[in-house]
């Protein structure tokens, strides 16, 4: 059944786009129209075609239809760790402009070290500051990337600048 | 073509434009030695240190990243039989079993000298052929346009042997580069009332999520990277004698050179499957087929010599009709554009100056690789001992900052966790990334195309069918679908199965 994830996303995303674009001008509107058109025939084609497969499979004996146990996947460690990065990057984006870039991202990155199994106990908070600091200087401060800043971010700017003068 | 070619080098021999092609080559190599991090991802993650640079500055930088990191994917897969990128795959066979008799260096040296040639090779086509193609592309309307970008989407379907998936994929990239307000009449479409998609989706927040985010999702399978035992011994004088080897054999070189920079301009055909092909051509034209396996010479030049043949090839259908046919290619192009420069034969006419610059950095960037890399070679092969428990999150960081940097949106960072989330999926169950990727970059150029095109008919939908053009292209198309279908009933499954030889992975 995995096989008919993709499909189905696509097939779900055209269903919406379509829902839509009922309300677009005919200008605006007719290029996606066509799309979702062209994009139905085609969605309908490969589910077909996944189907059949998994009835061929089924036949020859390579398909054991299992149900999805979900305690399952979520006691795999890859997906624990999948999901853990999503996740904490989603928070990540949610906290930033709060806390300000360099102490959301040394916690993200002492979080993701952890997580994935780098556990030094000196290295782990050197190394997770060490690079939140560096990425804000080159990004930040060199490249000028308006990064979110807070108190921190604001003393290590004038910090520098004070230095550079 | 001469002025360009001078005004090019004018611009490339400044100083601050030469110093981004070794600074490109070392932080090429040193990403692509990393397992599973290709010439795409290089490029993604390299994007936002070029906010700051001139286009030609950047392009420079970048396509030596990518160039080179052809090159540093052979390193693991040499040192530990573990591809660093796609198309290293094949390097594995030979170069492994080289590194276990003890002739690590020698395998690295060939390997080398094979990729910086193969790519030098490659770049000479590009700067012979480009100009010629963009010229004729200057021919073509919008109808053209349209199909032009419908055959790119056909070519990469079968050169993956996955027609209905690329179009699919094709089609859901169409889609997603129709959200936000419509070029020609601004009205607001598939916005949802969200005020940050009212701009659309730019390419390289959904190319980071494809290959940056995903590409993270699928390393965590890896616990270490590489292991302790693939630690590098050899002298520079077993670096050389690797060059040497590659010298002894100029037919083969030439060969799967020439064969990589063809199949290289077909939009699909990436480093991934070349790399193969070319180990098979070796194989057949060679007197000892059986030792190949044990570790010799001719099974690492011919892999290596065509992965960088290919990319360069691949920037020829880039640069002069801007169709991204590789991820390398579509990961340049989102710098590119990302620089203010629009893809295809204008940019020629516009921009020679950077167009022609950036080929000629790749020029000279191949040969100075081997003289950059020969002397460096044993500290690059160090970084691949970095474990990924280390280098998934400090590189997660550089993919949110690159995906924040285009318009300084942290909604930005949150649909390319989507598309990340999405690339997963479509690498896992096959479907082809570039087929997607391909209507987002030319979005606009393809919607542009359709509606103009039927304005140009007068609202007759024949103008797409009986301009001389149009009915030369839509041969073409047919044929890219007919002709691999028909190559595949007559010849078995053969082709599909050295393509999945290949890891499945997109053609990087």
């Not at chain 2, 301009?467 to 839509?474: M, Q």
Request: proline letters at 6%; a positive charge; glycine letters at 10%.
């Amino acid at each position: 059944m995995k096989r008919l994830i993709v499909p189905v996303i696509f097939l779900l995303f055209i269903i919406i786009a379509l829902l839509e674009s009922k309300d677009l001008p005919p200008g605006a509107g007719l290029y996606p129209k066509v799309i979702i058109a062209g994009g139905f025939v085609v969605v309908t084609i490969a589910l077909i075609k996944e189907i059949k497969t998994i009835r061929s499979e089924k036949k020859a004996g390579q398909y054991a239809l299992k149900r999805i146990s979900y305690e399952k996947i979520l006691k795999d460690p890859l997906v624990i760790k999948q999901l853990f990065i999503i996740i904490s990057t989603l928070i990540y984006i949610f906290l930033v402009e709060k806390t300000g870039f360099i102490i959301i991202s040394t916690i993200y990155i002492f979080l993701n070290f952890y997580i994935l199994g780098f556990r030094h106990k000196t290295h782990l908070p050197f190394i997770s500051i060490a690079t939140s600091l560096i990425i804000y200087l080159v990004f930040g401060l060199f490249i000028k990337i308006p990064l979110p800043m807070q108190f921190l971010e604001e003393w290590i700017s004038k910090l520098i600048r004070g230095l550079i003068i | 073509m001469m002025e360009g070619i001078l005004l090019g080098l004018d611009r490339v021999l400044q100083p601050d434009n030469l110093i981004m092609i070794p600074l490109g080559l070392i932080v090429g190599t040193i990403i692509g030695a990393f397992p599973g991090m290709g010439a795409s991802f290089a490029i993604i993650i390299m994007i936002p240190l070029t906010y700051w640079m001139r286009p030609e500055q950047a392009l420079i930088f970048l396509t030596n990243v990518g160039g080179s990191a052809e090159f540093g994917g052979s390193i693991p897969a040499i040192l530990m039989h573990v591809p660093g990128t796609p198309g290293s795959t094949a390097t594995c066979w030979d170069g492994y079993p080289m590194t276990k008799k003890g002739e690590a260096a020698r395998a690295l040296g060939i390997s080398l000298f094979a990729s910086g040639m193969g790519g030098l090779f490659g770049a000479i086509i590009l700067l012979l052929l480009s100009p010629p193609i963009a010229s004729f592309a200057l021919k073509f309307s919008y109808p053209e346009m349209f199909l032009i970008a419908l055959l790119g989407i056909t070519l990469i379907g079968s050169a993956t042997g996955k027609l209905v998936k690329a179009f699919l994929a094709g089609c859901l990239g169409l889609l997603v580069a129709t959200i936000g307000s419509d070029p020609i009449s601004a009205v607001p479409r598939f916005t949802f009332g969200i005020v940050d998609l009212y701009d659309g989706i730019h390419f390289v927040v959904a190319l980071i999520g494809l290959f940056g985010f995903s590409e993270m999702l699928f390393l965590l399978k890896r616990k270490h990277i590489v292991s302790s035992e693939s630690a590098f011994k050899g002298t520079f004088k077993d670096l050389l004698v690797g060059v040497k080897d590659v010298i002894k054999r100029p037919l083969l070189f030439l060969r799967v050179s020439s064969m990589g920079t063809v199949l290289g301009a077909t939009p699909g055909i990436g480093p991934a499957i070349t790399n193969i092909v070319a180990y098979n051509m070796a194989v057949s034209s060679s007197k000892e087929p059986h030792k190949f396996g044990t570790g010799i010479p001719e099974g690492v030049l011919a892999p290596e010599a065509t992965n960088n043949a290919t990319q360069a090839g691949a920037l020829i259908p880039a640069f002069t009709l801007g169709i991204p046919g590789s991820g390398m290619t579509a990961a340049l192009l989102g710098g590119l554009m990302l620089h203010g420069l629009v893809p295809g034969p204008m940019l020629f006419k516009n921009q020679p100056e950077v167009v022609y610059s950036v080929m000629l950095a790749f020029l000279i960037g191949n040969p100075l690789m081997i003289l950059l890399l020969l002397s460096i070679q044993k500290q690059v092969v160090k970084i691949v001992l970095v474990p990924s428990k280390i280098l998934i999150p400090v590189t997660l960081l550089l993919i949110i900052i690159g995906a924040y940097g285009i318009k300084n949106s942290w909604f930005d960072v949150g649909l390319m966790i989507l598309f990340g989330i999405l690339g997963y999926y479509m690498r896992t169950y096959e479907y082809p990334v570039q087929a997607f990727v391909l209507p987002l970059i030319l979005g606009s150029i393809i919607e542009e195309g359709f509606r103009k095109g039927l304005m140009l008919g007068h609202g007759d939908p024949m103008i797409f069918f009986t301009r001389p053009l149009t009915i030369a292209l839509w041969i073409l198309i047919i044929a890219s679908i007919v002709i691999p279908y028909v190559i595949r009933k007559k010849y078995g499954k053969s082709e599909s199965k050295m393509m999945d030889k290949s890891g499945g992975k997109d053609a990087s």
